[in-house]
């Protein structure tokens, strides 16, 4: 009975110490991913504005701390007490979203290049804090696009 014993307890000590390890996880790296993104074709010649979600799984938190566009300048805003206001650094929580949305932070361009038009790529880059640089391909979409996600 004693050789069944042994590996048993060998086996339970493995998965105790199995069960440690994730709780490890929490601190583990940012990992951040974007998705949603999009562009409503702009009205004007020299503006436009963008939207899409950075979630972030990992256990640490991120920051968005600049934004880049081949297409021209571009300046995360976020709406605070009804107004609109440059946000230098946005947080990302750890096991949370960054969400911008019409009505809400979002993203501005400004002093396009060329106006992009419905059907068009415009390619973004966002620099984090912890995760680097992520590159997004955002889809210019009609003036009026209404997404399912609500943003």
């Known amino acids: 009975m004693r050789r069944v014993v042994a590996p048993v307890a060998v086996l339970t000590g493995v998965l105790v110490l199995a069960g440690c ?10 990992e951040v991913s974007v998705s949603g993104a999009y562009m409503p074709q702009p ?3 020299s503006m436009a504005a963008g939207y899409l979600t950075v979630t972030n ?3 640490t938190k991120d920051e968005l701390t600049s934004v880049t566009s081949d ?9 605070v007490d009804s107004s609109m206001q440059e946000a230098k650094d946005l947080p990302v929580p750890a096991h949370g979203q960054l969400v911008f949305r019409s009505g809400g932070n979002h993203l501005m ?13 415009v390619t973004v880059k966002l620099h984090f804090t ?7 391909k955002m889809p210019v979409k009609s003036a009026t696009y209404n997404p399912k996600t609500g943003h």
Do not use: W, Y
Not at 21 to 30: I, M, P, R, V, Y
Not at 71 to 79: F, K, L, M, R
Not at 109 to 121: A, D, W
Not at 130 to 136: F, I, L, M, R
């Open 109 to 121: 361009f400004e002093k396009l290049k060329r106006k992009p038009m419905q059907g068009e790529t």
């Open 130 to 136: 912890e995760s680097g640089t992520v590159t997004v």
């Open 57 to 59: 799984k990992g256990g």
């Open 21 to 30: 390890g994730s709780e490890s996880g929490k601190d583990s790296a940012a």
């Open 71 to 79: 297409v021209g300048d571009v300046t995360a805003h976020e709406t």
């Open 43 to 45: 009205v004007s010649e």
